[in-house]
């Protein structure tokens, strides 16, 4: 069983910065590709960015493409989401996932997700 932790969310003017923090439980953190997605509430989650188990690749959406940036520590058992350039349509709930298996495109079957943690960008 893998706990994920989010820490870091909170209120931001537009054009402000925000770094996020997952720090997942247990000894096998390098073994689970991660990622973050975020909702709003009354709307479907949707992905937001995801990283390889070593951290070499990382994957985006075109939203967020070139202002939000995704890390990983697996010596901290931690990945991180710096998020520059915020936008009020960013405003929502970003959540911390974990899959055993490789990243895939759309998919949102992830095997652990955290608790969420709120993010708001005022305009």
């Known amino acids: 069983q893998v706990q994920l932790v989010e820490s870091g969310g909170g209120l931001v003017q537009a054009g402000g910065s925000l770094r996020l923090s997952c720090t997942a439980s247990?000894?096998?953190?390098?073994?689970?590709?991660m990622a973050w997605f975020r909702q709003v509430p009354g709307k479907e989650r949707e992905f937001v960015s995801a990283?390889?188990?070593?951290?070499?690749?990382?994957y985006y959406a075109d939203s967020v493409k070139g202002r939000f940036t995704i890390s990983r520590d697996n010596a901290k058992n931690t990945v991180y989401l710096q998020m520059n350039s915020l936008k009020p349509e960013d405003t929502a709930v970003y959540y911390c996932?974990?899959?055993?298996?490789?990243?895939?495109?759309?998919?949102?079957?992830?095997?652990?997700w955290g608790q969420g943690t709120q993010v708001t960008v005022s305009s």
């Open positions: 996932a974990a899959r055993r298996s490789s990243y895939i495109p759309g998919s949102q079957l992830y095997d652990y």
């Open positions: 990283i390889t188990r070593s951290g070499v690749t990382t």
């Open positions: 247990g000894r096998t953190f390098s073994t689970y590709t």
